[in-house]
């Protein structure tokens, strides 16, 4: 299984809000910061969010991050049809010397 | 703009060997460390390796320590995954990425490949 832990899926309505949450431990998400990427089937996954809550140029800020001790989250305010997606968490392990990522979280706008 | 291009996937037997390829371009290409994520199919990502930006650092995940080896060539703008011994469960698409910040790893990536598929089967 994956070092960090995200809840399999996560569904909301248009115009709903939605968090998704991301648990880690002290060697990962508790020293350094959080990354979140959105992937569509089919394509190469897509940094949504850096540095915990950094926002890359052309995502919109729907899209909103935080981090607290070993946990982070992702927040969607304003749910889209688009939004449906599959959400990953990442960070670098200190322990591990490498990346490690979430899961993922399966989103679906009913 | 910014790219990475795979090259090098295809079909291989157990036990047989492919050498991975990524050309990068758009970007300083030597001032960042650089990763390899694979994903086999219907399945998360999955961390396979790093190198920092001088190769002075490098790490695998568990699963492919001793049998991949990363390399970069800064003069080429090129990233390498060399993978032996290969079995069935390294069967997945590959994608080289950049890591979002320059200096050592971060964790993040900003750039994607497009990926390249490997196939381990018999």
């Known amino acids: 299984q994956s070092v960090l832990t995200q809840p399999p899926s996560a569904s909301g309505t248009p115009g709903q809000r939605v968090t998704i949450s991301c648990s880690g431990s002290s060697s990962n998400i508790g020293s350094n910061t959080v990354s979140w990427y959105q992937q569509l089937p089919g394509t190469a996954p897509k940094l949504l969010l850096y540095?915990?809550?950094e926002r890359p140029s052309g995502v919109p800020d729907r899209f909103s991050g935080s981090k607290s001790g070993t946990s982070a989250s992702l927040a969607i305010s304003g749910l889209q049809s688009e939004d449906e997606a599959n959400y990953y968490c990442?960070?670098?392990?200190?322990?591990?010397?490498?990346?490690?990522f979430g899961g993922g979280t399966k989103l679906t706008v009913l | 703009e910014v790219l990475l291009v795979e090259s090098g996937g295809g079909l291989v037997q157990p036990g047989g060997s492919l050498r991975l390829s990524c050309a990068a371009s758009g970007f300083t290409f030597d001032d960042y460390a650089m990763h390899w994520v694979r994903q086999a199919p219907g399945k998360g990502l999955e961390w396979v390796s790093t190198?920092?930006?001088?190769?002075?650092?490098?790490g695998y995940a568990d699963s492919v320590r001793g049998r991949f080896t990363i390399s970069r060539d800064n003069a080429k703008n090129s990233l390498y995954l060399q993978m032996n011994s290969l079995r069935a469960e390294d069967t997945a698409f590959y994608y080289c990425?950049?890591?979002?910040?320059?200096?050592?790893?971060?964790?993040?990536?900003?750039?994607w490949g497009r990926g390249t598929t490997v196939t381990v089967s018999s």
């Open positions: 190198v920092t930006w001088n190769s002075i650092n490098i």
């Open positions: 990425a950049k890591d979002i910040l320059v200096g050592p790893p971060s964790g993040g990536v900003d750039v």
């Open positions: 990442a960070t670098w392990d200190d322990s591990l010397n490498g990346v490690v």
């Open positions: 540095s915990n809550n």
